[in-house]
C-alpha cells in the first residue's frame, strides 16, 4: 500500500505538477538506476537510460491508474526501456559513435566483475535472475517482458542459473 504523501505527489503530478513528480522521481531514482546498471553494465549508459525512463513516466503519469503502485509502474516502464536499449543498442552506439566511451570502456568501473557473479551471467540469464530473484518478478511477468521464451524456459533458465552461481568458485 502506497504512503498517502506518495499519493498525494501521485496526484499533483497527474495534474502537471512537476515539484511532485520530481519528488516521486527522488524516491525512486536509485532504485531505478540501479536496475539500469545491472541490465546495462555500464554507468554511462544506466544514467541516460535512467533519465529517459523517468521522462516517460513523466509523459505518461496521467495513465497512471489509482489502483497501481507508483513504484511497479515506474519499474514497468524501467524493465521495457532497458530491454529496448539491450535489443537495439540505440544509446551504446551513439555514447560509442561520438567517442564518449570506447569499446573497452563499456564494462562497470565501480563494479569489479569478479567480485559480483551476478554481472557475470550472460545477458537473458542475467536479467531473468535479476527480475525474478531480486525483483521479484513471477516466471509469467518475466515472460511478457520477454517475448521470445515461454514461462517453462525462464523456469528452466532461471533453475541453472541458480546451480551455476552456487557451484561457482566463489561460493564453494
Request: a negative charge; proline letters at 2%; glycine letters at 2%.
Amino acid at each position: 500500500m502506497e504512503h498517502d504523501y506518495q499519493k498525494l505527489l501521485i496526484k499533483s503530478a497527474q495534474q502537471g505538477k512537476k515539484n511532485a513528480f520530481r519528488e516521486l522521481a527522488n524516491i525512486n531514482l536509485k532504485k531505478i538506476y540501479n536496475i539500469a546498471v545491472r541490465f546495462t553494465l555500464n554507468e554511462k549508459i544506466a544514467e541516460i537510460v535512467t533519465q529517459d525512463i523517468f521522462i516517460e513516466a513523466w509523459n505518461n503519469i496521467k495513465f497512471l491508474r489509482e489502483e497501481q503502485p507508483f513504484d511497479a509502474w515506474l519499474k514497468g516502464i524501467a524493465i521495457f526501456k532497458l530491454l529496448d536499449e539491450l535489443r537495439t543498442k540505440k544509446i551504446k552506439n551513439k555514447l560509442l559513435e561520438d567517442g564518449i566511451i570506447l569499446p573497452t570502456d563499456t564494462e562497470l568501473s565501480s563494479i569489479e566483475k569478479d567480485e559480483n557473479i551476478i554481472l557475470q551471467l550472460p545477458e537473458k540469464e542475467r536479467i531473468s535472475f535479476i527480475l525474478h530473484d531480486i525483483e521479484k518478478y513471477t516466471y509469467q511477468e518475466i515472460s511478457d517482458f520477454i517475448n521470445d521464451m515461454s514461462v517453462d524456459e525462464i523456469k528452466t533458465m532461471i533453475h541453472q542459473t541458480r546451480k551455476g552461481i552456487i557451484s561457482s568458485p566463489k561460493y564453494e
